[in-house]
C-alpha cells in the first residue's frame, strides 16, 4: 500500500463529522496498535510513513488503512529493519536485504558502551531517541529485554559489575518512574498495583511491567518492597486496584501465598522468574485461589493484562 505523502484535506467540516464516518483520531489509532501519538506522529513528520487526512483545522484522521499499515510497519520493526527504511521495503514491496544493519543490536551496543563508562546523559540521549520512534512494546521486546539479559552476561564475574548494575537499574526506575508519575497525572480510574515480591533492590523487569502498563494509559503504582501478611489487604483497602501484580525473581514462600492474598478481592499476576521456579505448584494454587494469574516476564504480563481486559 502506498500512502501518499501529501496531507489530504477531508471534505467535512468538524472532527465530530468525521468520526461519523468512521474515520479514527490519533488516540484511538494508538489504543488499538499500541503505537503512542508521539511516535506515530514522528512517523509522519520523519519519514512519511504515516501520512493521516486532516480536517481543515488540522486534525489528524486515520482510517482501516491506516491501522494495518501501522501493524506492517511494527512487523518490519520487530525484525529489527531500522525505521528509516521501512516505508522504502512496504512501498516497493522489497524484500529484506541481509545486510541490513540490525538497529536493534547497534543500539544495545551503544547503551553497553554508555553504561560501562557510567554516562547517564548519554544512556538518556540514546533511549529518548528510541523512544520517540518505536512503541513502547517493541523497544521492551526488541531493545530492553535483550540489553538486560547481555549485561547480566557481562556482570559475571566481571571486576565493576556491581558499579554498573546499581548505575542502570537506578537510572532504568528513575526514568521510568519520572514517566509514570507524569502518566498518573494525566490519568484517571483505579490503578494496577506493582509490588515488588524479593527482597532484591531494583528489579528491572518490575520496572518494566509498571512502564508498559502506564505506556498503556493505566494508573500504576509501584511499591519497591514486600508487604507482609495483612498490609497487602489494607494496601488493596486504601488503592482499590484493578489488579494486583506481584512480581519475584526468586524461590517465594507459596505457603503464605494465600494468606497474604486473603481479602485482595481483585486479580493477582504472579509475574518473573518465580513463576518458572515454582511451576507446578502455581498451576495448582491457580485452581485453588480465584483470579491469579502467571506470566513469565514483563511481555507476557502485559499480554495477559490486556486479554483480561485489565488495560
Not at 96 to 121: C, F, G, K, M, Y
Not at 212 to 240: I, K, M, T, Y
Not at 250 to 262: G, M, T, Y
Amino acid at each position: 500500500m502506498n500512502v501518499s505523502l501529501q496531507h489530504p484535506t477531508l471534505p467535512v467540516e468538524d472532527v465530530a463529522q468525521a468520526l461519523e464516518q468512521g474515520w479514527l483520531p490519533i488516540r484511538e489509532v494508538a489504543r488499538q496498535t499500541g503505537v503512542n501519538a508521539v511516535t506515530l506522529r514522528a512517523w509522519e513528520r520523519r519519514y512519511g510513513l504515516i501520512v493521516p487526512q486532516r480536517t481543515p483545522k488540522g486534525h489528524r484522521l486515520f482510517n482501516a488503512e491506516h491501522v494495518q499499515r501501522i501493524q506492517t510497519i511494527l512487523t518490519w520493526l520487530n525484525r529489527g529493519v531500522p525505521v528509516s527504511q521501512v516505508k522504502q521495503l512496504i512501498d516497493n514491496a522489497q524484500p529484506v536485504d541481509d545486510s541490513i544493519e540490525n538497529e536493534w543490536q547497534s543500539l544495545r551496543q551503544t547503551l553497553v558502551q554508555a553504561i560501562a563508562q557510567l554516562a547517564e546523559r548519554r544512556v538518556d540521549d540514546v533511549f529518548n531517541q528510541a523512544m520517540a520512534l518505536y512503541p513502547p512494546r517493541t523497544l521492551c521486546e526488541q531493545l530492553l529485554l535483550p540489553l538486560l539479559k547481555e549485561l547480566e552476561q557481562r556482570w559475571q564475574g566481571q571486576f565493576g559489575a556491581q558499579m554498573e548494575r546499581v548505575f542502570f537499574h537506578s537510572w532504568l526506575r528513575s526514568k521510568f518512574g519520572a514517566r509514570m508519575y507524569h502518566n498518573n497525572r494525566q490519568l484517571n480510574g483505579p490503578p494496577l498495583l506493582l509490588i515488588n515480591h524479593s527482597d532484591l533492590p531494583l528489579e528491572p523487569h518490575l520496572w518494566l511491567s509498571a512502564w508498559l502498563a502506564s505506556s498503556a494509559d493505566c494508573p500504576v503504582e509501584v511499591f519497591d518492597w514486600p508487604l507482609p501478611n495483612g498490609e497487602l489487604a489494607l494496601a488493596v483497602e486504601h488503592l482499590q486496584p484493578r489488579a494486583v501484580l506481584l512480581y519475584s525473581s526468586k524461590a517465594i514462600h507459596l505457603a503464605a501465598l494465600p494468606k497474604l492474598l486473603s481479602g485482595t478481592n481483585c486479580p493477582t499476576l504472579i509475574a518473573g522468574p518465580t513463576v518458572c521456579i515454582h511451576q507446578a505448584e502455581l498451576a495448582v494454587l491457580t485452581q485453588d485461589i480465584p483470579q491469579l494469574l502467571l506470566a513469565e516476564d514483563p511481555l507476557s504480563a502485559h499480554q495477559l493484562l490486556i486479554q483480561r481486559g485489565l488495560l
